[in-house]
């Protein structure tokens, strides 16, 4: 991630949020995981993704995240948000 040669001479922390709207009402009433969304899932969704790629903007990570996840999770709505320790050890 990153734009210089030095950003991308090695793998970068990120912080990514995930914020999706969806329809939990079949699984409020029925207490099963099947009815919503698996949490853990996206996460591990999220750090597979990332393995073996690579992104010059956030605001393409951005893009590709949230389309992969639109995609596979259909949410009514959906934010993303990748936060980039610029400062090194931060």
């Not at 009815?35 to 996460?43: F, G, L, S, V």
């Not at 750090?47 to 995240?65: H, M």
């Not at 709505?77 to 931060?90: D, M, T």
Request: net charge neutral; no cysteine; glycine share 4%.
């Amino acid at each position: 991630m990153g734009v210089t040669d030095q950003e991308r001479a090695e793998p970068q922390r990120l912080l990514v949020t995930v914020d999706m709207n969806v329809d939990f009402s079949s699984a409020s009433v029925s207490d099963r995981i099947e009815k919503t969304i698996n949490y853990q899932e996206i996460a591990d969704d999220l750090l597979k993704y990332g393995q073996g790629r690579s992104w010059k903007l956030l605001e393409k990570l951005v893009a590709n995240i949230a389309d992969s996840i639109m995609a596979r999770y259909k949410p009514l709505a959906l934010l993303v948000e990748v936060k980039k320790f610029s400062i090194p050890k931060a």
